[in-house]
């Protein structure tokens, strides 16, 4: 998984403004396609790259944390933190997968 940026152009403002998907690569036959996942917004909390990179590192380990039950040593700050763990309930939700810890 990774997030990928997006340019959309503003009709009144004439600008453009950034948003950001988490989308998933793929093989399909020989040719490698992505397919977005979820809609990030315009990601304002986040100021900077870092930010943004920690965030789809940390949602790409809360996934691998669900499958394996292996938990990572390191955690970002609060409010990557908090983005992550929003963003990958709104994608377990869409996938439709329950959280085996929950399900006791």
Do not use: W
């Not at 992505?34 to 990601?43: K, V």
């Not at 949602?59 to 499958?67: H, S, V």
């Not at 700050?77 to 929950?102: C, H, W, Y």
Request: proline content about 2%.
């Amino acid at each position: 998984m990774y997030i990928k940026v997006i340019f959309k152009k503003t009709d009144t403002v004439g600008g453009y403004t950034t948003q950001y998907r988490l989308c998933e690569s793929f093989r399909s036959g020989n040719s490698v396609k992505h397919e977005t996942l979820l809609h990030l917004g315009s990601l304002s909390n986040l100021k900077t790259i870092e930010q943004r990179k920690a965030l789809g590192i940390r949602i790409n380990e809360l996934t691998k944390q669900a499958r394996t039950g292996i938990k990572s040593l390191f955690t970002p700050d609060t409010t990557v933190e908090t983005l992550a763990q929003s963003f990958f309930m709104q994608l377990q939700e869409k996938r439709g997968v329950i959280n085996p810890s929950k399900d006791i």
